[in-house]
């Protein structure tokens, strides 16, 4: 088993940084991926490979990932980027999934 | 672009056995590119992995729910199936379906199901 700890909740004021944390033994070795969830709808990937966009998400956000800790970096957070955020990876070899417990970003 | 299709009943009596099926569209489930999975979510709180199923029908189970969990594929229909016996309160959560590309997922909408006699 994998364990991604993640802090349960980050605030932050509009136009300001935001930066979500996600543990893991030696994470950097691994592809973290990172989904955004707003209330009632299903995740949305914002974050692949550590530090790719998908189409469609805005620059603003990135992704790093170093030694035992992972980042979502959400700059000039905007009202629209209140959020549950998981981080995620996959095991290539027991082919296991593991995800975070969710970070709630709130925007003050 | 995929799209997944939850289906299956919303709500399913304590002891018996919950049944979903998952419509894939715009993708195969017999491509050798992808796994497709199952995840779900209990009320208000966070997002665990049910399990996964490759084209060749070679099935990826949390070691949590192994003893209860079967996944399983129609190539014919173009889905595939999650069943999860002897439920409680506790299996009570939105199931997604989704598709594992290289790691990531693309998700259907969700399905809540409640487990309540």
């Known amino acids: 088993s994998y364990v991604l700890t993640q802090p349960p909740s980050v605030s932050v004021a509009p136009g300001k940084t935001a930066r979500l944390t996600c543990g893991g033994d030696n994470i950097e070795t691994k592809n973290v991926h990172w989904y955004q969830q707003k209330s009632g709808l299903a995740p949305v990937l914002v974050i692949h490979y550590n530090n790719d966009r998908p189409s469609g998400i805005p620059e603003r956000f990135s992704g790093s990932n170093s030694g035992n800790t992972a980042t979502l970096t959400i700059s000039r957070v905007e009202a629209g980027d209140e959020a549950d955020y998981y981080c995620?990876?996959?095991?290539?070899?027991?082919?296991?999934?593991?995800f975070g417990g969710g970070t709630k970003l709130t925007v003050l | 672009q995929v799209q997944l299709q939850e289906s299956g009943p919303g709500l399913v009596k304590p002891s018996e056995t919950l049944s979903l099926t998952c419509t894939v569209s715009?993708?195969?489930?017999?491509?050798?590119?992808?796994?497709w999975g199952w995840i779900r979510q209990p009320p208000g709180k966070g997002l665990e992995w049910i399990g996964s199923?490759?084209?060749?029908?070679?099935?990826y189970y949390n070691s949590s729910l192994k003893s209860r969990v079967t996944i399983s594929g129609d190539t014919s229909k173009n889905q595939f199936s999650l069943k999860l016996t002897s439920v409680t309160a506790a299996d009570t959560a939105v199931y997604y379906c989704a598709r594992l590309s290289s790691g990531w997922f693309s998700w259907g909408q969700g399905t809540l199901v409640t487990v309540s006699s």
């Open positions: 715009g993708g195969s489930v017999s491509s050798n590119r992808y796994y």
């Open positions: 199923i490759y084209y060749s029908g070679s099935t």
């Open positions: 995620q990876v996959w095991d290539n070899i027991s082919d296991d999934v593991f």
